[in-house]
């Protein structure tokens, strides 16, 4: 059974920075893309990044290019997300899980197979 536990959010003003963490079990963590995602208040979860299992390559969403990194461990089965100059726009509960076969070029469209979703984290941007 797969699970996933997301933390480090918070309540940050405008251009401030977070680093959540996100740790996995019950998958061989290292052979897997992993991915974040986001849902904002009245809207869809939708992808914002994801690292591959074996070259590290990345990729982001436009809303978040240039703001976000995304990184990982694979020996502690961590996966992280460095956020900064954080905009209220960013405002969302985050949600980390493992990404269907490889990240796409368009990460908004990442899938996952187990659909294995922790609580998420909270993230609160105020002006």
């Known amino acids: 059974q797969v699970q996933v536990a997301e933390s480090g959010g918070g309540l940050v003003q405008a251009g401030g920075s977070l680093r959540l963490s996100c740790t996995v079990s019950g998958l061989p963590f290292g052979n897997y893309a992993m991915g974040w995602f986001r849902q904002a208040p009245g809207k869809e979860r939708e992808g914002i990044s994801c690292?591959?299992?074996?070259?590290?390559?990345?990729y982001y969403a436009d809303s978040v290019k240039g703001r976000f990194t995304i990184s990982r461990d694979n020996a502690k089965n961590t996966l992280y997300l460095n956020m900064t100059s954080l905009k209220p726009e960013d405002t969302a509960i985050y949600y980390c899980t493992e990404v269907r076969r490889v990240c796409p070029r368009i990460v908004t469209t990442m899938t996952t197979s187990y659909n294995a979703w922790g609580q998420g984290t909270q993230v609160t941007v105020s002006s």
């Open positions: 690292i591959a299992y074996n070259t590290g390559n990345t």
